[in-house]
């Protein structure tokens, strides 16, 4: 069963890679993302992470917080390549 979500995972990440590369707005909103999906998931759940002035108007900022929060929501966390 893990086999098959790491698969399907990994495939997701595939169609879900930037055109370009990574740059610093980008990185930022995915820990922010991935910081968030993981307050949600915590046992005592925590105030989402989440620079909402950059979100709403810088693109890359959103893909990554998007990304990140897509990632880190899966069971288990990112996948480990």
């Known amino acids: 069963m893990r086999?098959?979500?790491a698969g399907l995972?990994?495939?997701l990440l595939a169609c879900g890679t930037p055109e370009k590369p990574a740059g610093p707005s980008y990185d930022a909103?995915?820990?922010?993302?991935c910081a968030s999906a993981g307050?949600?998931?915590a046992a005592i759940p925590r105030q989402a992470q989440?620079?909402?002035q950059l979100y709403a108007k810088d693109p890359d900022y959103r893909?990554?917080?998007v990304s990140g929060h897509a990632t880190c929501r899966m069971e288990g966390g990112p996948p480990r390549l």
């Open 50 to 52: 989440r620079d909402e």
């Open 29 to 33: 909103g995915f820990g922010d993302g």
């Open 9 to 11: 995972a990994l495939g």
């Open 39 to 41: 307050a949600e998931m």
């Open 63 to 65: 893909a990554g917080w």
């Open 3 to 5: 086999i098959v979500a």
